[in-house]
């Protein structure tokens, strides 16, 4: 194959431009539960996320029906308790090993986004890894660092309509020549 035009060397950037443009932290989701099929899709593109020496540092639990209101029942019972059982601080200094390179939810976000899907990442869980290990029933080696939660947003929840801006590009790059 002779290549003749310079959109066969590189490919268009345009659909990825689109995703990250339209990807937003979602706050509020509908009660309408997502099909099997979309929800391996997206975890299929998580799955290709960089990782140093491509070691894949990730292991995933998706949470949904009866299993999602036990835990959410547990979560808010513990912490109206004050009884946090955090894995990490979540003071990024201290993270250390295959936690620095925890970029697999990104890439998960992004591809929600492509399927027209919604969702935040839940530091917030982190607090309740003890718990979420009790009610999941996930070993002890393994560590919680954070949630996400997603789904079809509710275009009624007060909580989409917040988004938060970014600087710009002058403000935090340096360009050497």
Request: proline share 6%; hydrophobic share 35%; with cysteine.
């Amino acid at each position: 194959m002779q290549i003749e035009t310079l959109e066969q060397i590189q490919p268009s950037t345009q659909a990825f431009k689109e995703v990250i443009r339209l990807r937003k932290s979602c706050r509020g989701f509908l009660d309408t539960p997502l099909p099997d099929h979309m929800i391996t899709s997206v975890l299929e593109d998580a799955q290709l996320a960089l990782s140093n020496c491509n070691t894949q540092p990730w292991e995933t639990h998706i949470v949904s029906g009866d299993k999602l209101k036990e835990l959410s029942e547990a979560l808010l019972r513990e912490n109206n308790a004050e009884r946090f059982s955090p894995d990490f601080t979540f003071d990024t200094n201290e993270y250390h090993g295959r936690y620095q390179e925890r970029y697999f939810g990104q890439t998960f976000l992004l591809s929600l986004t492509a399927h027209g899907l919604a969702g935040i990442p839940q530091t917030a869980l982190g607090f309740f890894a003890g718990t979420i290990r009790e009610i999941l029933n996930v070993p002890n080696e393994l560590k919680m660092l954070f949630g996400i939660s997603f789904g079809y947003a509710d275009p009624n929840s007060p909580g989409n309509s917040f988004k938060l801006g970014r600087d710009p590009i002058t403000s935090n790059v340096t360009f050497h020549q």
